[in-house]
Nanobody, 123 residues
């Protein structure tokens, strides 16, 4: 089964920045909408951001203005730049892919998922 590979998570102090990366090998990457979701302990997995094949971007209100989602089709990779991080951003972040997707906020719209990368923001 094709796996997405996330990287870039880690421990950072509040107010700091991280850039998450997600690579989706072996596919016609440009046809996929890509999304980031996160799951904190004891909570449901929630939408963070999405980018369509046409480079339209969508953000959850909780990260809007602090995050930038971009894609590099030549590298089959997307990037989520997160700034001004807060302790409430602490979660496992998952990358997801949806063939010809619309940038949906729904988990069920994505066919492929990565294993997740931990982001911990200390106060």
């Amino acid at each position: 089964q094709v796996q997405l590979v996330e990287s870039g998570g880690g421990l950072v102090q509040a107010g700091g920045s991280l850039r998450l990366s997600c690579t989706f090998p072996g596919r016609i990457f440009s046809r996929y909408a890509m999304g980031w979701f996160r799951q904190a302990p004891g909570k449901e997995r929630e939408f963070v951001a999405a980018i369509t094949s046409g480079y339209m971007t969508y953000y959850a209100d909780s990260v809007k203005g602090r995050s930038t989602f971009s894609r590099d089709n030549a590298k089959n990779t997307v990037y989520l730049q997160m700034n001004s991080l807060k302790p409430e951003d602490t979660a496992v972040y998952y990358c997801a892919a949806s063939l010809w997707g619309s940038g949906s906020r729904s988990r069920s719209s994505y066919e492929h998922w990565g294993q997740g990368t931990q982001v911990t923001v200390s106060s």
